[in-house]
């Protein structure tokens, strides 16, 4: 299984950027995807995330509002649209990927990452 994220860079504050996360070897329309991000010196943290079923989604509260998560499942591609961008949202940011349905904020809880895309945001 194969996580490729992309989409990472430099933004203003105010800025928008998209990050895509293309999977393969995997049946991408039964993996739960969400996002994380690891600032220097912290923890990864949830980010977002996208149910296999229904396709509920969930955010945490830092990027409620600002963020939206998508997924095109002909594509195997999920994707965060990062809007409003604020200095505190520069970190690392990863992809991952889950085959239960639930979403859950636990970084134990997903069976497949990706490699991680640098967001910078500046002030």
């Known amino acids: 299984v194969q996580l490729q994220a992309s989409g990472g860079g430099l933004a203003q504050a105010g800025g928008s950027l998209r990050l895509s996360c293309a999977a393969s070897g995997v049946t991408f329309s039964r993996l739960t995807m969400g996002w994380f991000r690891q600032a220097p010196g912290k923890e990864r943290e949830f980010v977002s995330a996208?149910?296999?079923?229904?396709?509920?989604?969930a955010y945490a509260d830092s990027v409620r509002g600002r963020f939206t998560i998508s997924r095109d499942n002909d594509k195997n591609t999920v994707y965060l649209q990062m809007n409003i961008l604020k200095p505190e949202d520069t970190a690392v940011y990863y992809c991952?990927?889950?085959?239960?349905?639930?979403?859950?904020?636990?970084?134990?809880?997903?069976?497949?990452w990706g490699q991680g895309t640098l967001v910078t945001v500046s002030s």
């Open positions: 991952a990927g889950d085959r239960s349905p639930s979403i859950v904020g636990s970084t134990d809880s997903w069976d497949y």
């Open positions: 996208i149910s296999w079923i229904g396709g509920g989604t």
